[in-house]
């Protein structure tokens, strides 16, 4: 068990790398808190969890909220007694398209959920694990915040992920010394509804641009996140975690 006994609070989980991590953290043993917008999908993923695997709650809001990050941080704390850790991975891409023909909206939108949620979720997160005395807290950031690897049309979300990984730093150098973990998981392209899940032209195109020729399966990232979130990863702090089946060491 490499997360026995830990209260972890996991966002996006109603789908994707989110809910194959709530999966998989709680047969590792820790308690999970469920966060994303759909109440009905996230009541469905704690009642499966709670029948047999281990311990869920659950509350549904916008993680762009400054309220709903705090709630979650209350949930861990009245259901589990504390926050030991937290991945922080609900996302969204938004439109794709050249900066030039790009609205502020959705600028707006993307740095919104990815990257303003991340800090605000840090914020709530870091006085309860203060209390805990240390924790571990992991963005979900991309690979296209880091070597972009030739997609078009990815300034916003690019943008965004890129400012995980400069959150996730300044984070670690700020707590490291209170035990405090914090970094940036980058996944490569992953079997998602976000990743093109249903849509077999993209998922081919994405797949063809990773040395490995595939993408990866939602499990094999929340494994990365497990590391992460576990006493393994012990030494590691504001560390962009590459795990995109070899993107950005591709050649052209
Ligand atoms: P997904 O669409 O399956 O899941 C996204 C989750 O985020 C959902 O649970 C959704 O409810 C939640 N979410 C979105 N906006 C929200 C908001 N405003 N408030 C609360 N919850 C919100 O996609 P996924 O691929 O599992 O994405 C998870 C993370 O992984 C994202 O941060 C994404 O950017 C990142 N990522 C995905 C890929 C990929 O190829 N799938 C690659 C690299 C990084």
């Given amino acids: 068990m490499e997360l026995e006994n830990k209260s972890i609070i996991i966002t996006g989980a109603s789908s994707g790398i989110g809910k194959a991590a709530a999966l998989l953290f709680a047969a590792e043993g820790a308690d999970v808190v469920l966060g994303a917008r759909r109440s009905s999908e996230l009541e469905t993923l704690a009642a499966t969890i709670n029948q047999g695997i281990g311990r869920a709650v659950y509350l549904a809001g916008d993680v762009r909220d400054e309220s709903y990050a705090s709630a979650l941080v209350d949930l861990a704390t009245t259901s589990f007694g504390g926050l030991d850790g937290a991945f922080n991975n ?8 050249p ?12 740095i919104s959920v ?5 800090f605000l979720a840090a914020k709530a997160q870091i006085p309860a694990m203060r209390a805990r005395g240390g924790g571990s807290i992991v963005f979900t950031s991309s690979f ?3 070597s972009n690897g030739g997609l078009p049309g990815m300034g916003a979300y690019a943008a965004s992920k890129a400012g995980q990984i400069g959150l996730a730093q300044s984070l670690a150098s700020d707590h490291a010394a209170e035990g405090i973990r914090v970094n940036a998981l980058l996944p490569g392209g992953t079997v998602t509804p976000a990743g ?13 641009l990773h040395p490995m020729k595939r993408l990866a399966g939602a499990k094999e990232i929340a494994q990365a996140a497990l590391f992460l979130l576990s006493d393994r990863s012990s030494f590691m702090t504001g560390s962009p975690m590459i795990a995109d ?7 052209s």
Avoid: C, H, Q
């Fill in 196 to 208: 093109g899940e249903g849509n077999p032209g993209v998922m081919e195109y994405v797949a063809k």
């Fill in 90 to 97: 609900a996302g969204i891409v938004g439109e794709m398209g």
């Fill in 144 to 146: 296209v915040g880091f």
């Fill in 114 to 118: 990815n990257l303003t949620a991340a």
């Fill in 99 to 110: 900066v030039a023909d790009m609205g502020l909206d959705n600028w707006n939108a993307v």
């Fill in 245 to 251: 089946g070899g993107m950005s060491v591709r050649l």
